[in-house]
């Protein structure tokens, strides 16, 4: 579920390399078929479209379903709220009954979201977060508290085999440009040369994780028995003032620093403890910021090449 997007896409090739046979739904609301193009004609993939808010079935056997839908960059959960919480509460659900009639284990991606704007610091799964139920971030927020929720619900209740992972910040190949999330958005003002948008001060602070380390961490919990939650993210905290010093430097670019209007209720500071991801699952990021970011760098430079030439 969300195969298109852009943590999906990586989940469905992982997927395939281990070996599965993978069926990819997606409404192409925030995602594209084209980042799974390179999969159409592997007989192991088969790409539905359509919208996990109604129900829907799969045919033969299921072992494993894996519910990424929904959208996930503020820009885009900000126009889509109804949607998001729609995908949140009934998406979830049907993934969760999809998983029953098969007898298959549950995975659900969760977020550090969930954790709001956080009052213990680093965020430990125990931590009950700090969400402002009303605001504008809380058709995310709440949506993935409430899938939580209801994953557990299946569970305990109705003895359904779920794992809940809680993603924090994520970047790499395959985000849309126009995503809005800081690191896409950054990196194709730098390459544009255009300023690049810092939000407030710019003191507030992510932890960002590489791709491949986050998709490993999915996959390895799908792979496992355990419930969670877990977190999954990398402990390199960082200031979105020194990510944007970077993101130049890293380009060689010659933007500025442009400073915008901060989002309402953008949390302060983030950073997952992942002392539980290793006990559980011998999982640790691989991947340093500079590495992962330069190989971002690489995959965005050609697809903005790829796009002026066919313009
Ligand atoms: P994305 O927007 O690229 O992917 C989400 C996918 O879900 C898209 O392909 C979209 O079209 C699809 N989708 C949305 N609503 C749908 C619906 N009703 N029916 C079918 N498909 C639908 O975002 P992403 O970064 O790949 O995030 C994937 C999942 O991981 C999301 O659930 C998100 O909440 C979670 N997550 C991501 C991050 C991150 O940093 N990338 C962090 C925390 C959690
Ligand atoms: N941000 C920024 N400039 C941008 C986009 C985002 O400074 O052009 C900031 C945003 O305000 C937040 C951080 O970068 O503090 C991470 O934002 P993102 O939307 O990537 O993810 P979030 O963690 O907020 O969901």
């Known amino acids: 579920m969300g195969g298109a997007g852009f943590l999906g896409s990586h989940v469905c090739d992982a997927l395939l390399d281990r070996d599965y046979d993978v069926v990819c739904l997606d409404n192409e609301s925030t995602g594209s078929d084209t980042n799974v193009a390179h999969l159409v004609g592997d007989d192991r993939f088969a790409y539905r479209r359509c919208d996990v808010v109604d129900t829907f079935e799969v045919s033969g056997t299921v072992d494993l379903v894996?519910?990424?839908?929904?959208?996930?960059?503020?820009?885009?959960?900000?126009?889509?709220?109804?949607?998001?919480?729609?995908v949140g509460s009934l998406g979830t659900m049907h993934g969760l009954d999809l998983a029953a009639r098969h007898d298959a284990r549950f995975v659900l991606a969760s977020t550090s979201e969930v954790y709001g704007d956080p009052l213990e610091?680093?965020?430990?799964?125990?931590?009950?977060?700090?969400?402002?139920?009303?605001?504008?971030?809380?058709?995310?927020?709440?949506?993935?508290?409430?899938?939580?929720?209801?994953?557990?619900?299946?569970?305990?209740?109705?003895?359904?085999?779920?794992?809940?992972?809680?993603?924090?910040?994520t970047y790499g190949p395959r985000?849309?440009?126009?995503?809005?999330?800081?690191?896409?958005?950054?990196?194709?003002?730098?390459?544009?040369?255009?300023?690049?948008?810092?939000?407030?001060?710019?003191?507030?602070?992510?932890?960002?994780?590489?791709?491949?380390?986050?998709?490993?961490?999915i996959v390895t919990m799908a792979e496992s028995a355990h419930t969670g939650p877990v977190n999954i993210g990398n402990t390199h905290e960082v200031t979105m003032l020194?990510?944007?010093?970077?993101?130049?430097?890293?380009?060689?670019?010659?933007?500025?620093?442009?400073?915008?209007?901060?989002?309402?209720?953008?949390?302060?500071?983030?950073?997952?403890?992942?002392?539980?991801?290793?006990?559980?699952?011998?999982?640790?990021?691989?991947?340093?910021?500079?590495?992962?970011?330069?190989?971002?760098?690489?995959?965005?430079?050609?697809?903005?090449?790829?796009?002026?030439?066919?313009?």
Not at 69 to 83: C, G
Not at 200 to 214: E, F, K, M, P
């Open 175 to 217: 985000m849309a440009t126009d995503d809005g999330r800081v690191v896409p958005t950054f990196l194709h003002q730098a390459l544009a040369g255009e300023p690049l948008t810092v939000a407030g001060d710019g003191l507030q602070t992510r932890s960002l994780c590489y791709v491949d380390d986050t998709v490993r961490g």
């Open 66 to 86: 894996l519910q990424l839908a929904s959208p996930a960059s503020p820009v885009h959960y900000l126009a889509m709220p109804v949607e998001t919480m729609k």
């Open 242 to 311: 020194e990510l944007a010093k970077h993101v130049v430097e890293l380009t060689g670019s010659s933007s500025t620093i442009e400073f915008v209007e901060r989002p309402v209720d953008d949390p302060e500071k983030r950073r997952p403890d992942t002392a539980l991801a290793r006990e559980l699952l011998d999982w640790v990021p691989q991947v340093d910021a500079r590495t992962g970011l330069s190989r971002t760098i690489a995959w965005f430079s050609e697809a903005l090449e790829a796009r002026s030439v066919g313009a």
């Open 121 to 169: 610091h680093p965020q430990r799964e125990s931590y009950w977060g700090n969400v402002n139920p009303v605001g504008p971030r809380a058709v995310y927020d709440e949506s993935k508290r409430f899938g939580e929720a209801l994953t557990t619900a299946y569970r305990t209740s109705r003895a359904l085999d779920t794992g809940i992972v809680r993603i924090f910040n």
